[in-house]
């Protein structure tokens, strides 16, 4: 599971991806500074596992990740390929949902390829390339099934599909902001359409800004009401600053800065989210660790996160919600007042299950 970061030029994509994996890609002031697709492995914030850790002393802790991509910026006309506008597209595919990084900064030593700064111009000016690209991707199959509707009448249903998607998005609106039939739904996730993919908006202000926005980020907050969609202020370059410092060091600043917590937790959060991903616990005197799954996912699934034995020789899985544990104060405490339930195969895991799976291979 990949999220892909995008945007206009010199919106400070690069620096919110080194800021997010520690990582020291290049950026610079001049346009374009990206042409090859940056990736990082991200660590997910997660408070439960410092608690969970303390009371298991556990010799560590072990994260849930997600993968970031800084992607190559796009112009006009990188949705037929224009510019980098392949290497652009090639990554936006390849992502399973996105941030889109608005530039609400003003600094004139930083160039904005349309002249000035405007993020609701900017913000249309992406979406209408990804539209472009989807119009495409419609217009292909659509010739296709044309074709092969003459024998088959069975594809008159599609073809009628295809035309309402056709037509929505032309007049603007992005596959995931349409009301979508079952035959709709089907297309667009068959063809993978880019407007279709999930966002999430992270609106690069000057530290300034952070705490109350400026006009910039104003702006992009009332386009993207409309939408329906999470936003955060964040400020890519003080993050990228941040992360250089050594850990210990990092809330100092922030609060020299006038800044309760850094944005970054916050984005990697909701990214997860976003993704429909989220995590459950185990628990021992070796390790604390999250483990990502799918949301949704029955208990033998997510044993074989784990191990393929746990999942071929699922027996059953003890489970104790993270709060109940933790108000108890230990496993034993928990099991005494009865809140540690067993579980068998139809169980849908919760986020926050502290699991033990009890498996025979
Ligand atoms: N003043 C100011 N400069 C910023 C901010 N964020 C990024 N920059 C600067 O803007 C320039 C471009 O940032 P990048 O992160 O390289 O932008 P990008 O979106 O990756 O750009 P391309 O790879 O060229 O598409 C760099 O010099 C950054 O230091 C900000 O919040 N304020
Ligand atoms: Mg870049």
Not at 28 to 48: A, C, H, K, L
Request: glycine share 8%; net charge negative.
């Amino acid at each position: 599971m990949k999220l892909g970061i995008l945007g206009m030029p010199n919106a400070g994509k690069t620096a919110l991806f080194n800021s997010l994996t520690r990582s020291g890609a290049k950026s610079g002031v001049f346009p374009f500074s990206t042409t090859e697709t940056n990736v990082g492995i991200v660590s997910v914030p997660d408070p439960r596992l410092n608690e969970l850790a303390a009371m298991y002393k556990s010799e560590k802790i072990t994260n849930a990740t997600i993968e970031f991509m800084d992607i190559a910026a796009l112009v006009k006309g990188s949705g037929k390929g224009e510019g980098l506008g392949n290497k652009f597209l090639a990554g936006i595919r390849e992502a399973d949902a996105l941030v889109h990084v608005v530039r609400c900064f003003e600094d004139e030593n930083v160039l904005h390829v349309d002249g000035t700064v405007d993020a609701a111009r900017d913000m249309d000016t992406i979406d209408f390339e990804l539209i472009f690209a989807d119009l495409e991707q419609l217009e292909r199959r659509k010739s296709r099934t044309q074709k092969n509707a003459k024998a088959d009448k069975n594809l008159a249903g599609e073809l009628e599909a295809l035309d309402r998607l056709t037509g929505e998005l032309e007049s603007g609106i992005p596959a995931r902001l349409i009301d979508l039939s079952d035959a709709e739904a089907q297309l667009v996730k068959e063809l993978s359409l880019l407007t279709y993919k999930p966002v999430i908006y992270a609106l690069n202000v000057d530290e300034d800004s952070l705490s109350g926005g400026n006009s910039h980020s104003k702006a992009a907050l009332e386009r993207i009401a409309k939408e329906n969609a999470e936003a955060f202020l964040v400020s890519a370059k003080l993050e990228e600053e941040i992360a250089l410092l050594p850990e210990e060091e990092r809330a100092a600043f922030l609060a020299e800065m006038g800044v309760a917590e850094s944005g970054l937790d916050r984005i990697i959060t909701a990214s997860y989210r976003l993704l429909g991903l989220m995590s459950f616990l185990t628990a021992g005197p070796k390790e604390s660790r999250a483990w990502t799954i799918p949301l949704n996912t029955k208990a033998p699934a997510a044993a074989g996160k784990i191990h393929s034995d746990l999942e071929r020789g699922f027996i059953r899985a003890e489970i104790v919600n993270y709060g109940d544990l933790m108000e108890r104060g230990s496993y034993a405490a928990a099991k005494e007042a009865g809140l540690v339930r067993l579980e068998g195969k139809e169980y849908v895991v919760r986020d926050g299950d502290v699991i033990l799976f009890r498996f025979n291979v």
